[in-house]
């Protein structure tokens, strides 16, 4: 199994322009979030979604959406990137949002916006 | 609104000694806290988690203690290696996690 896997590792983003960051997990779990990580800071949640065909708000969703694809996939957009976007982006999953149920994380992507 | 804070950023003990990480909270209505490791360039890894009906709980050199009367917890780490060294977060989960800034362990040869 793979777990969690994130694409791209890496992106270069001029202020202004579109992008999307893709997530897919083999757990075949439910629930799949979105996170921030800013240098010298914990993760902040973006979105999440409880389970296929539902998404959530999370604590910074400001200047992001998000499509659950199908229970496997969970993609990021940014429709208009700004340099306070630059940070790397968590993708997680778990097999419920129920306490107990531990969250896989993918690798990263670090993103930067000039 | 609610936090989860840790008392020092950075940590730094000697190899084989016991390193303990500290963790506040102020929702005490979390039912549930986790420990994570995130090692540099990677995605945080789970360590540990506790209930809030438990006071302690014990995994391979791991051992997290929960105060709720002072909203507290902690991460010990028994006879610290190198490759303990890493940035450990404490988390509040349920709905929507809430994660610390994190502290910085370092393991001094």
């Known amino acids: 199994n793979a777990g969690v896997t994130q694409t791209p590792k890496f992106q270069v983003l001029k202020t202004g322009q579109s992008m999307t960051l893709q997530c897919a997990q083999d757990m075949n779990h439910n629930s799949m979030y979105w996170y921030r990580q800013d240098p010298g800071m914990g993760l902040r949640l973006i979105y999440y979604s409880a389970s296929e065909g539902t998404t959530d708000k999370g604590e910074v969703p400001n200047g992001y959406n998000v499509s659950r694809l199908n229970k496997r996939e969970f993609s990021l957009r940014l429709e208009s990137a700004a340099p306070s976007q630059t940070s790397v982006y968590f993708c997680a999953s778990s097999e419920s949002l129920q306490g107990g149920n531990e969250q896989f994380f993918g690798p990263g992507t670090r993103l930067t916006v000039l | 609104g609610e936090s989860v804070g840790l008392h020092l950023p950075t940590l730094s003990v000697q190899e084989g000694d016991n390193s303990i990480i500290n963790c506040a909270y102020s929702n005490s209505a979390s039912d549930y806290f986790i420990w994570y490791k995130q090692e540099s360039g990677k995605g945080p890894q789970f360590i540990i988690d506790?209930?809030?009906?438990?006071d302690k709980r014990q995994g391979q050199r791991v051992t997290v203690l929960l105060n709720k009367t002072v909203k507290h917890l902690s991460l010990q780490i028994a006879a610290t290696q190198p490759g303990d060294s890493a940035v450990y977060f404490c988390?509040?989960?349920?709905?929507?996690?809430?994660f610390g800034p994190g502290t910085r362990l370092s393991v001094l040869p």
């Open positions: 506790i209930r809030s009906n438990m």
């Open positions: 988390a509040r989960g349920g709905q929507n996690f809430v």
